[in-house]
């Protein structure tokens, strides 16, 4: 019989004890290997049953067993130093409060639809939601004052198993809230904080507020099952990315504007200090603007939109994460119209200028759509890609936004993606490192945190070949262990498969490959040749073996024929034994994964991987990358830290360019890879293989750290932020005087014109450092010359006459005359040979503004 409620009974923790409650509340566990071992030393099987589970292991752990541990001098005694080095942690200074700016944020709200932290709170996808974990784990250990907010979904993501012919299936298990490690945001009189969102036909969406405490981070989590909401709006916060697209709708209204809304009720709540600086995790959250338009407008100040708008706009950070079109939120314009409109539009926010955020209206773009990413740019004045690559791709993805500009200098930076050393590097590896008196891991809070990549060269090779075995054999192990379960969903009987004992072998050079399956990963390419793989595999002297995971997206069929077509191929009683498919990939099955392999393979189709966060983790775990030129890999390969995998640029056929690129791919891993890893000296090790290991800690070690794309968040994005946004807040005569000037100036902009561009001091043929003397005429028409930078642009002429390698330089004013019309002029060196050439250009200036490319407009003389 099916029961008509379910809930949670949490046993009762003797006084002694209430510690453990303590510690199982904050998520820094998740990090921290010795409360780790707190909670398994009060039942190691339970432990091992609970999955690893704090808040499980206390609800399955029998009364009898906690009054034996309360008596337990030693326990208590490691339960006491745990719970003192919790409270330390969260009390002392960081680097934050040491090494900040004191015009730093002293707060910033974090959103994103997902975020993975542990597999016990299973809120995450793939990689966005593994990065937006990773960033709030970091901001703790830098004492970086960061709020995130999300959605609790009750059935998180899908749990993934496989059919007999290798099918995809999914599954939907129900979350229980009380049994997760979090806990109800509530107000003084113990009153469950809730918030609404206005929705047409529907009335209101009420959701309560959770709050996930990440060490330092607390991190709401708005879900809408509430017995307020009708069962179609109770249905809201189901599962990560489904539905329709008025599902998804609805999700990111309560993620955004209910997500502004807890914010308020948590500050109000507890008195910490409201946020300067709204960062918008992918265009997702982007509503969130929308949501503190309408406070400024509707309450408070009452500030007319356009004068709202640029207050919003100063203190918001949009990161875009995708270079795919088809990873973009795109609504039917109608559909937000509705949602927006009607009974539920707002007096200050009027539907049409929303609409026109997210509008496509530049060339190639589509009228009909709303287009989330590009809302995100119209309502951040900072923006950035997750690597340089990505930054570069983003810029011409989104080029219509600023159409007269060149690529470079379209306001989108990047700061490439880091990843969080205490989630993702091995025990293993902090015990080697502590053997050689370092710390017992890349400390982020430390001043210089890539001083412990140094001991690389200290610790012998057979120290590093040992613990590295060591690690192999345990994902062997594990790999195993997993293997079984998934045979026997797929239907197979225990006297079938003894042959998993042997599968795989800590011995053999271990290949991994695991991500997310949309096509442009190519998880396939490695089957181009399916006998080519064979020979790779069953090499008599150098065999490889692959460990592969995966989920595509439960709509996406062409994924799912994919993994199939990876399972049938693992299935083959010839190979089975040396290439695994293992079914839910999560952050319980990449921790031991990225540690245990020797090579971590990406072969993207080029340049649509943004990051590949995936091989840094394996990085920090001394694994060597072998990947196409894509993501970070493009930006921090050296020839000497991995591999690249030629890439067939600007071939056009895709079957020809998989070939070829899978071609290089085996005579790589043929020729070079596993030859090295088998080089072994006379101890046993291959000395030439630890040198690259060597190499990669330190070359590559410092850099994927997210401390240090934390830090780069906080000076280059944060703090800029923040300031923009003081001076457009107090009494808001700033943005008053910003907005008017920039309706003046687009109003006025078609009367800017450059009459005549004139040069003099230098020969035909001028010498090196000679100097070039520029004089522009300009009519400004209605705008004055301090509403204007003329520039010179001077640079290598290449092909076509165009400018490459430019470098601009402001011109001076030097004199009006009748009608508007003015004289710039200044100087430029000739400071290299070659071919030379100049232009001018006329952009609007304020100092308000964040880059010259802001407004989008700029003047050029004519054709």
């Not at 007999?164 to 109800?184: C, F, K, M, N, S």
């Not at 069953?538 to 995971?549: G, M, S, Y």
């Not at 003329?790 to 030097?814: C, F, K, M, P």
Request: charge should be negative; hydrophobic fraction near 40%.
């Amino acid at each position: 019989m099916r029961a008509i409620r379910r809930f949670t009974v949490q046993p009762v923790l003797p006084d002694a004890l209430a510690a453990l409650g303590e510690l199982a509340g904050n998520l820094r566990w998740s990090w921290h290997p010795e409360t780790q071992d707190v909670f398994a030393a009060v039942d190691p099987e339970a432990w091992e049953a609970a999955g690893h589970d704090p808040v499980k292991l206390l609800g399955h752990v029998g009364q009898t067993r906690l009054d034996e541990l309360a008596a337990d001098e030693g326990f208590l005694a490691r339960l006491g130093a745990a719970h003192e080095d919790l409270r330390t942690y969260l009390t002392r200074d960081r680097w934050y409060q040491r090494s900040a700016a004191a015009d730093a944020p002293r707060s910033i709200a974090y959103f994103s639809p997902e975020f993975g932290i542990t597999a016990v709170l299973p809120q995450y996808s793939g990689g966005l939601g593994i990065l937006a974990g990773d960033h709030l784990k970091t901001a703790s250990d830098l004492g970086v004052p960061i709020v995130g907010v999300g959605l609790l979904y009750r059935h998180g993501y899908f749990r993934q198993f496989l059919s007999r012919d290798g099918w995809q299936q999914e599954t939907y298990p129900v979350l229980d809230p009380d049994g997760l490690p979090i806990a109800p945001l509530r107000d003084a009189d113990g009153n469950v904080a809730k918030v609404t969102i206005g929705l047409p036909d529907h009335g209101t969406l009420t959701a309560r507020v959770w709050v996930a405490q990440v060490g330092r981070v607390p991190l709401l989590l708005l879900d809408s099952d509430t017995e307020e909401n009708s069962p179609e709006i109770r249905g809201v916060t189901d599962r990560l990315y489904g539905g329709n697209s008025e599902h998804r709708l609805r999700q990111e209204m309560l993620l955004g504007i209910g997500g502004v809304r807890a914010i308020r009720a948590y500050t109000q709540i507890t008195g910490a200090p409201a946020p300067e600086v709204f960062h918008t995790n992918e265009g997702h959250a982007g509503f969130l603007g929308l949501e503190r338009i309408r406070e400024l407008t509707e309450t408070g100040p009452r500030l007319a939109f356009d004068v709202a708008l640029e207050v919003s706009r100063a203190g918001t950070v949009f990161t875009t994460h995708t270079p795919v079109p088809a990873g973009i939120d795109r609504f039917p314009i109608d559909l937000v119209a509705q949602y927006f409109g009607g009974d539920n539009a707002c007096p200050g926010v009027p539907v049409d200028r929303i609409l026109a955020l997210g509008a496509e209206d530049y060339p190639g773009g589509d009228s009909s759509v709303f287009n989330m990413a590009v809302m995100g740019f119209r309502l951040g004045q900072r923006a950035n890609g997750v690597s340089q690559l990505h930054g570069h791709v983003s810029r011409g993805m989104f080029g219509g936004l600023w159409p007269d500009f060149d690529e470079s200098e379209r306001p989108i930076s990047s700061i490439t993606n880091g990843v969080h050393a205490p989630t993702w590097v091995a025990r293993e590896i902090f015990d080697l490192v502590r053997s050689y008196g370092g710390r017992p891991g890349p400390e982020p809070d430390a001043d210089h945190p890539s001083q412990v990549f140094e001991l690389a060269d200290k610790i012998s090779g057979q120290d590093i070949w040992r613990t590295k075995r060591a690690l192999r054999e345990k994902l062997v192990l594990d790999a195993r262990k997993r293997l079984r379960k998934s045979w026997k969903q797929r239907g197979a009987a225990p006297a079938e498969l003894t042959w998993i004992d042997s599968a795989l072998d800590p011995d053999v050079l271990t290949i991994g490959f695991a991500r997310r399956v949309p096509s442009y990963k190519r998880l396939t390419l490695m089957l181009r040749d399916p006998e080519r793989l064979k020979s790779l595999l069953l090499h008599p002297e150098r065999p490889v073996q692959l460990v592969i995971a995966g989920k595509a997206h439960p709509a996406d069929e062409g994924g799912k024929k994919l993994i199939q077509e990876i399972v049938r191929f693992a299935d083959d009683h010839e190979v089975r034994h040396r290439i695994v498919f293992l079914p839910n990939y999560d952050i319980g099955m990449a921790q031991p994964l990225y540690p245990g392999c020797d090579v971590w393979l990406n072969n993207p189709l080029r340049p649509y991987e943004a990051c590949g966060t995936s091989g840094m983790k394996a990085a920090l775990n001394g694994g060597l990358n072998l990947s196409i030129l894509d993501g970070w890999w493009d930006e921090w390969y050296d020839g000497n830290n991995g591999w690249a995998i030629p890439s067939a640029d600007g071939i056009d056929d895709p079957d020809r360019r998989d070939d070829i690129e899978a071609s290089a791919l085996y005579d790589l891993i043929e020729n070079e890879v596993a030859p090295r890893f088998y080089d072994n000296d006379a101890e046993g090790v291959p000395y030439r293989w630890i040198a690259m290991v060597r190499h990669t800690l330190k070359s590559l070690g410092p850099k994927v750290l997210a401390d240090r794309m934390v830090r780069d968040y906080v000076t280059t994005l944060y703090a800029p932020a923040a300031a923009s946004s003081r001076t457009l807040n107090g009494d808001f005569a700033g943005a008053v005087e910003l907005a008017a000037w920039k309706k003046r100036t687009r109003e006025a902009w078609r009367g800017v014109a450059i009459d005549h561009v004139e040069s003099s001091g230098v020969a035909d043929t001028p010498a090196l450092n000679e100097t070039l003397e520029v004089r522009a005429f300009v009519s400004l028409g209605d705008l004055t010359p301090d509403d204007v930078d003329v520039q010179v642009v001077h640079g290598r002429i290449g092909n076509d006459d165009n400018l490459v390698d430019t470098h601009a330089e402001s011109l001076a004013h030097a004199e009006t005359y009748e009608g508007g019309r003015h004289r710039f002029e200044g100087k430029v060196r000739l400071s290299s040979t070659g071919a030379f050439g100049y232009t001018v250009r006329v952009l609007p200036k304020n100092a308000h503004l964040a880059g010259p490319a802001e407004l989008g407009k700029v003047t050029y003389p004519p054709a």
